[in-house]
């Protein structure tokens, strides 16, 4: 295995390794994740499994398509000495899994404090409305 093989980014999808999907509204998002309120340019995954969620921040598909409305303005400001990097990034734009241009956040059944184990209250809420959905 030669070192661009060992350094090479590879998704791999949460529900693969066992994670279950689900979906919260704004308003459910909003609540559970006060300093990370869900605006239009950004869409969430969430996934879950009996010790941690995980919650993946991506581009919104508005902002997807309104930046690819815009790519020749940005070309004309950017110049087209930075081309090569516009066409890069618009390529992470719309492969953002493949080339790991997301933001990933993990929340913990237990939290580890002074020896001892704590149950989060947090991911306790979001199971709360997880299982709330559910009945």
Not at 55 to 65: C, D, E, K
Not at 109 to 127: C, D, L
Request: aromatic residues 18%.
């Amino acid at each position: 295995m030669g070192k661009e093989d060992k350094d090479k980014y590879t998704y791999r999808n949460p529900v693969d390794r066992g994670y279950k999907q689900f979906k919260l509204s704004k308003k459910q998002h909003n609540y559970l994740f006060p300093k990370r309120k869900k605006k239009w340019n950004a869409r969430y995954e969430y996934y879950y499994s009996d010790e941690r969620v995980i919650m993946q921040q991506l581009s919104s598909y508005s902002a997807i398509v309104l930046t690819t409305v815009l790519f020749p303005v940005l070309i004309l400001f950017a110049g087209l000495s930075n081309f090569k990097e516009a066409i890069t990034e618009m390529k992470w734009l719309f492969n953002e899994k493949k080339y790991g241009k997301f933001s990933e956040d993990w929340i913990n059944r237990y939290i580890h404090q002074e020896g001892s184990r704590i149950e989060s209250k947090r991911f306790s809420n979001i199971m709360f409305v997880i299982k709330g959905d559910k009945q």
